[in-house]
Nanobody, 125 residues
Framework: QVQLVESGGGLVQAGGSLRLSCTAS????????MGWFRQAPGKEREFVAAISYSGGNTYYTDSVKGRFTISRDNAKNTVYLQMNSLKPEDTAVYYC??????????????????WGQGTQVTVSS
């Protein structure tokens, strides 16, 4: 049974930083792309960042480029999202997700098979 457990959300002032973590279990972590998505109130879920199974390739949505960094530690089965220079529009529930097919990199939510429970990030102005 695959489980993804997120942590690290919270309340921060604009311009501040947070680091989200997501620890996975149940599959060979190092074979799968990991992604972060977010959903703000009243909006659809959107892609934030993804990292290939080896960590060699990363992808970001335009609105977070230069501010967010995705990374992974395959020895710890954990993916991270370092978020700097946070803005009020970054407020959302953040979800980590694991790709459905081994060794395939994707930014499309429909290609991710497993999801965490979500962690709230609130950025005050």
């Amino acid at each position: 049974q695959v489980q993804l457990v997120e942590s690290g959300g919270g309340l921060v002032q604009a311009g501040g930083s947070l680091r989200l973590s997501c620890t996975a279990s149940g599959r060979t972590f190092s074979r799968y792309t990991m992604g972060w998505f977010r959903q703000a109130p009243g909006k659809e879920r959107e892609f934030v960042a993804a990292i290939s199974y080896s960590g060699g390739n990363t992808y970001y949505t335009d609105s977070v480029k230069g501010r967010f960094t995705i990374s992974r530690d395959n020895a710890k089965n954990t993916v991270y999202l370092q978020m700097n220079s946070l803005k009020p529009e970054d407020t959302a529930v953040y979800y980590c997700a694991q790709g459905g097919s081994p060794y395939r990199t994707t930014v499309h939510g429909s290609d991710y098979a497993y999801w965490g429970q979500g962690t709230q990030v609130t950025v005050s102005s």
